[in-house]
């Protein structure tokens, strides 16, 4: 991010100009949430519950009202009178709004160990949901399968409300939404975090006798904390499909307790060899193992942290690079 951008966008603007001007602006915010994440909050969720410093609750509020103000000021930009857009360029704005909610949630919830914040937010992931839900619908399957980028901005949205909101009315309605989307033509990825968000459902429902749980019916010791991918998937050449290591990590003990790593093994019907090396999870940053001046070379990169989607493929400026 160049030092002109930093200042420019510090500011909150009184309108978006342009689709162009609202991508970007949201665009430099994400990457300062990242930042955040990884340089901050991460060592307080992953690593040391508790004894926050009251400048990070204050940085992660910040970060919050500003996805807040970009959400509706992208609303209110494509609400203009004279305004005149292509269908697309539709669907790009409102994927941008639905990732602005996310990113809003992310924000909040990045200082606490505890799922349950992720609770309060239930009318965000519905809105999330339904916003995804108009963009998967006005569209054909066909046209998107030229589209991959349109197919990432519903993806990660999706994803995230099926592994963090825990009402299974809406969760169930989401996780249908993501095994619609196409995941032919070498999109591995879909059939991937679908795979993963579905183990992730089965494993927190299991067990309670009610027919669709709400939040308070998953306890906190039965939530999944984080996911990931192991770093390659392995080809069956008899079928022609790619087999995938999934892992979730629990806290049954409480947040002070030990962490218990559970794995699934995801299919997909795809002859392509899956490289997920480029990323890693988010627990493995504090492993000495991958600290440069531990062994003197660059830390381990062998995981993916499906949650954060910091991969190019879930990045967030494709959502609309079609319309841009």
């Given amino acids: 991010m160049s030092a002109y951008a930093a200042a420019f966008d510090n500011n909150l603007p009184t309108a978006f100009t342009s689709l162009a001007h609202a ?20 060592a307080y969720k992953f690593r040391d519950p508790g004894d926050v410093p009251i400048e990070a609750y204050a940085a992660a509020q910040q970060l919050q009202q ?13 609400q203009r009178p004279t ?26 919830a990045a200082l606490y160990s505890e799922s349950t914040v992720f609770d309060r937010y239930l009318e965000v992931f519905e809105e999330i949901y339904v916003i995804c839900k108009y963009v998967l619908d006005s569209e054909s399957a066909d046209r998107r399968l030229f589209a991959a980028s349109l197919d990432d901005g519903l993806l990660y949205p999706l994803y995230f409300t099926v592994v963090c909101c825990r009402d299974s009315r809406l969760r169930h309605a989401a996780l249908a939404a993501m095994k619609k989307l196409p995941s032919r033509d070498g999109i591995w990825h879909v059939q991937a975090l679908s795979g993963l968000a579905e183990s992730v459902v089965a494993y927190e ?25 192991d770093a390659l998937g392995n080809v069956a050449p008899h079928n022609n499909t790619t087999s995938i290591s999934g892992h979730f990590r629990t806290r049954p003990n409480g947040m002070d ?19 997920l090396s480029v990323l890693r999870r988010p627990w493995d940053l504090y492993d000495p193992r991958n600290m440069v001046g531990a062994t003197g070379s660059p830390p381990r990169l062998t995981e993916v942290d499906a949650n954060l989607a910091e991969a190019d493929m879930l990045d967030a400026n494709a959502a609309i690079a079609l319309v841009a």
């Fill in 23 to 42: 991508r970007n602006y949201c665009s430099t915010w994400l990457s300062r949430l990242f930042h955040f994440m990884r340089g901050t909050s991460d």
């Fill in 66 to 78: 500003r996805f807040i103000d970009i959400d509706r000021l992208i609303l209110e930009f494509s």
């Fill in 83 to 108: 305004l005149r857009l292509t269908i697309r360029e539709q669907n790009g704005l409102s994927m941008l709004r639905a990732r602005a909610k996310v990113d809003s949630i992310l924000s909040a």
């Fill in 257 to 275: 307790g030990e962490w218990v790593e559970t794995k699934r093994t995801i299919e997909c019907n795809n002859t392509r060899r899956i490289d």
């Fill in 205 to 229: 429902e299991e067990g309670i006798d009610i027919k669709t749980p709400l939040c308070s019916d998953i306890p906190e010791w039965r939530r999944v904390l984080g996911t990931a991918f």
